[in-house]
């Protein structure tokens, strides 16, 4: 297990995000009266919102296994999935929520995909890295070295569009979402280890520290993005 692979079992989520923005985006869905969803993400608030506010059975889908577990002790159906596995059901699901990142195999694909698993009148909430302007030179290549390769905010829209999706709206992430629920508590995990001489802490501690500088400087140019599509 890695050096911030143990820090994050310690924390609430693994990625930039918020009780405030899961509850903003739920709001914008609708009032959903559904049978099933499924989700994939990386904090267990979201799952229990959906199940509280949509009277759904609720198939949580995780790739870290502690997630998991610890859903599955509060009386979830959860399960471990290998990266972008999206669990197909017969039928279809009332409710996708999908919480990705940047796309390896492009936003088409996983739109795609969204779309074939979804049941004819069905609700995908699917979020992804987004530039929001032009980004900077320097912003660009770290953003492409740390996540991959976000893309505009628009083309995900027209995207969307393309593979048959009504846009019923979109939400961009709050920069407290990285700073106030993720890199502020990741922050306070980290000061334990000041000074120390252990290699992995050192350069966990450093990668962290880079990457909370770039958000500072250029978090203007790029954010999560939901888009809630029917």
């Known amino acids: 297990m890695s050096f911030l692979n143990s820090l994050l079992q310690q924390m609430e989520r693994s990625t930039a995000g918020s009780e405030e923005t899961a509850r903003t985006v739920m709001r914008m869905c609708g009032d959903l009266e559904l049978q099933n969803a499924l989700f994939l993400g990386d904090d267990i608030f979201t799952p229990q919102l959906i199940q509280q506010q949509t009277g759904a059975n609720v198939l949580a889908t995780f790739h870290e296994d502690f997630r998991a577990e610890k859903l599955r002790e509060l009386g979830f159906d959860t399960r471990v999935v290998g990266a972008y596995e999206l669990v197909e059901r017969e039928g279809g699901w009332e409710l996708v929520w999908y919480n990705g990142s940047a796309e390896p195999d492009g936003v088409q694909r996983r739109l795609e995909q969204l779309r074939?698993?979804?049941?004819?009148?069905?609700?995908?909430?699917?979020?992804?890295l987004c530039w929001l302007i032009d980004p900077s030179p320097d912003t660009k290549g770290?953003?492409?070295?740390?996540?991959?390769?976000?893309?505009?905010l628009d083309s995900v829209l027209l995207s969307a569009r393309e593979q048959g999706f009504k846009?019923?709206?979109f939400y961009i992430a709050p920069k407290t979402d990285w700073v106030s629920g993720f890199y502020k508590p990741l922050d306070e995990l980290l000061k334990q280890y000041e000074g120390t001489q252990d290699g992995d802490a050192?350069?966990?501690?450093?990668?962290?520290?880079?990457?909370?500088?770039?958000f500072e400087l250029h978090s203007e140019e790029y954010s999560f993005v939901y888009y809630i599509l029917e």
């Not at 770290?142 to 505009?152: I, M, Q, T």
């Not at 050192?202 to 770039?214: L, P, R």
């Open 202 to 214: 050192a350069a966990g501690i450093g990668e962290v520290n880079k990457e909370t500088y770039m």
């Open 116 to 128: 074939e698993i979804l049941k004819n009148g069905g609700v995908a909430v699917y979020r992804t």
């Open 167 to 169: 846009i019923k709206d």
């Open 142 to 152: 770290y953003v492409e070295r740390r996540f991959g390769r976000p893309v505009p």
